[in-house]
């Protein structure tokens, strides 16, 4: 049975940071992309980070440069290292497993709410 787990979100102040991470088990990791989606209220789905099983990265714009996607493939673990928070990024964080360009698996999200 596949599950992902987010952990780590929760309140921060603006410029803050948080980990999340994203545990996986049931399926080979190593042989799919990782992605973290995020949704806010009342707007649409948003892919915030990618990394293939080899490791490489793509980001969104707006998150580039503060965020950092990293995987390990031996713990079948995800991260999702968020610096310089801006009340923006408040939303539910996925995990999200990714085959061949579908989105294929996902967790049940973690909420990150930045706000003084």
């Known amino acids: 049975q596949v599950h992902l787990v987010e952990s780590g979100g929760g309140l921060v102040q603006p410029g803050g940071s948080l980990r999340l991470s994203c545990a996986a088990s049931g399926f080979t990791f190593g042989s799919y992309d990782m992605s973290w989606v995020r949704q806010a209220p009342g707007k649409q789905r948003e892919l915030v980070a990618s990394?293939?099983?080899?490791?490489?990265?793509n980001y969104a714009g707006s998150v580039k440069g503060r965020f950092t996607i990293s995987r390990d493939n031996v713990k079948n673990m995800v991260y999702l290292q968020m610096n310089s928070l801006k009340p923006e990024d408040t939303a539910t964080y996925y995990c999200?497993?990714?085959?061949?360009?579908?989105?294929?698996?996902w967790g049940q999200g973690t909420q990150v709410t930045v706000s003084s």
């Open positions: 999200n497993a990714v085959k061949l360009q579908i989105p294929t698996y």
């Open positions: 990394i293939s099983g080899g490791g490489f990265t």
